[in-house]
């Protein structure tokens, strides 16, 4: 069977969080698909260039893709088995509870929900565009290949 999972996120920038889901999502399907929303509600920092280089860097062994509209529209067009999101906690619950249902409703796709590593739980992608905004330490919330990357859009 080949089973094709898609993890997708805004990224903006990809967190040391992402990156353990992504590599727990490896083991679960034949191919993973990190997905890019291209268009998001969210006024993204960085462009979709910019966050396909950081993922490419990160995670070489997966497909990096990027998509406009509706996530489930590309699932179709790239005959997914099922999506992936990653959980931090009760604060990330409802949220992917409403996304789940409404895509199952759209499309009739499954969502398969994996629990972040402890020491990423606090991480966001928010927080980390603050901290490298004040030129603060960023070992903690991104991987290394990415830093110099962050910082040069903020200098
Ligand atoms: N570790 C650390 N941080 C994590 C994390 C993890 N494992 N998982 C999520 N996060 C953080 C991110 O840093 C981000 O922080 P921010 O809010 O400060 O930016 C936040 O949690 C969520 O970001 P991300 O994982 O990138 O996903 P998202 O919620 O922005 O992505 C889409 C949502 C793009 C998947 C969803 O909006 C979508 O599918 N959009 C397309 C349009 C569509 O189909 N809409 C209908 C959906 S029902």
Do not use: W
Not at 38 to 61: G, Q, T
Request: aromatic share 8%.
């Amino acid at each position: 069977m080949n089973r094709i999972g898609i993890f997708a996120g805004t990224f903006d920038p990809p967190t040391l969080g992402h990156l353990d889901i992504i590599h727990k999502s490896m083991h679960l399907c034949d191919h993973l698909i990190v997905a890019i929303a291209d268009k998001p509600v969210k006024n993204p920092l960085f462009s979709v260039e910019e966050r396909m280089e950081m993922l490419k860097k990160i995670a070489p062994k997966v497909e990096i893709a990027s998509f406009h509209g509706l996530i489930v529209d590309f699932a179709k067009e790239r005959k997914a088995s099922f999506l992936i999101r990653g959980l931090r906690g009760f604060v990330d619950y409802e949220y992917e509870c409403q996304m789940t249902h409404a895509n199952r409703k759209l499309s009739g796709i499954e969502t398969l929900f994996l629990m972040a590593d402890e020491r990423h739980t606090q991480i966001s992608s928010t927080l980390i565009r603050e901290i490298a905004h004040f030129q603060g330490p960023l070992t903690d919330f991104v991987p290394l290949e990415i830093e110099s990357l962050i910082r040069r859009k903020m200098t």
